[in-house]
């Protein structure tokens, strides 16, 4: 029986991930360690909650002893590492949570591991979950490898990127046996309403307007959730030791594009004539340091694991809208309190 911590399983990706690896893997126990932010939601999990091995540990891992002591008393076989502050607005408007949570949580974790399995590294696995904004911005053309140097803009890329250096140190430093990928950016069910398709999505259904940062010119490479999951197992079990891995969903979207499409799928949903929703857009003040574009090259994991993205966008980005209109308790939930207060800081609108 494996014993693998999960953190973060009560955020959007991580939730994911709890799901997948409960269900395929009734051999393993897993462990849920969450602080419950604003952005973990324990709903997420409702459908697998009651299942035998899950478990469930509210904690913050900004504090050390905590960590450690949950370490002792679980002696956990792997580590899949997913807990963050993760929204770049927020990280510009108070960057020292990040640091906590994305570095010195991340070292809290490394610093446990390194303790706890000192004796014996046989079959130990601390995997990191990254992103590519740790590479900075591209320009039109190109994509991010493994090797491209990192350049990160905002305190969430750096704080993010400052992790990513400090696992490989321990690897290198204490033959920590690590693995680390960075992936473009997630869209599916479970995404707090602030990152750009579930806000959207809520504001058109809403007869919000549509806040585009800059010229919408900005370009991301979008994956659906459930095939990060899918990736982040295929790494946690055939990763090599020390490597990094690239997951991306070749699938570049500029953010105007993306939009319209979303206006036209969601118009189409809510019965509104063809094109309705696209007075709501409004163009808002760029991003400070918004990075122009990211593109993702995943041909080491194509070519070394196996793993491609298996979800079409046209498919995805269906289901996730369906999603969205079919949760109206989720969205409610997590869009009542203090959401209000962010929303009307940020966007004034
Ligand atoms: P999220 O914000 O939806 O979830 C983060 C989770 O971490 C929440 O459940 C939150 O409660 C928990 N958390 C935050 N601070 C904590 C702390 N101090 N202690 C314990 N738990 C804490 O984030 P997400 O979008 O699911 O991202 C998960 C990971 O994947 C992050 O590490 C992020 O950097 C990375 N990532 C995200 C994307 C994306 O598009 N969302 C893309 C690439 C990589
Ligand atoms: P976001 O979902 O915040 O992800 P990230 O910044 O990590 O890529 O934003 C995706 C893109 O959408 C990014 O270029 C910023 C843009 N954006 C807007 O134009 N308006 C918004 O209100 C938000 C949240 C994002």
Redesign the pocket.
Known sequence: MKKILI??G?????SHVVRLFVNKYPEYEIFN?????Y??NLENLSDIDKKSNYHFLK????EAEVIHRLFEEHRFDGVIH??????VDRSITNPMEFIF?NVV?TVNLLNAARSIWKDNLNDKRFYH????EVYGSLGNSGSFKETTPYNPHSPYSAA?ASSDHFVRAYHDTFQLPTVISN????YGPN??PE?LIPLFINNIKNNKPLPVYGQGINVRDWLYVEDHAHAIDTIYHNGQIGETYNIGGNNEWKNIDLIKQLIEILDNKLGRPAGTSLALITYVTDRAGHDLRYAIDASKLKNELHWEPTVKFTEGFEKTVDWYLNNEKWLKNVTSGSYQDYYKKMYGL
């Open positions: 953190t973060g009560a955020g959007f990706i991580g360690l969450d602080k419950l932010t952005a973990g904690a913050d891992i900004v997913l807990a963050a502050e993760s929204h949570t949580g979950i990254s992103t590519d993010k992936c473009s950016n997630n995404q707090f990152k």
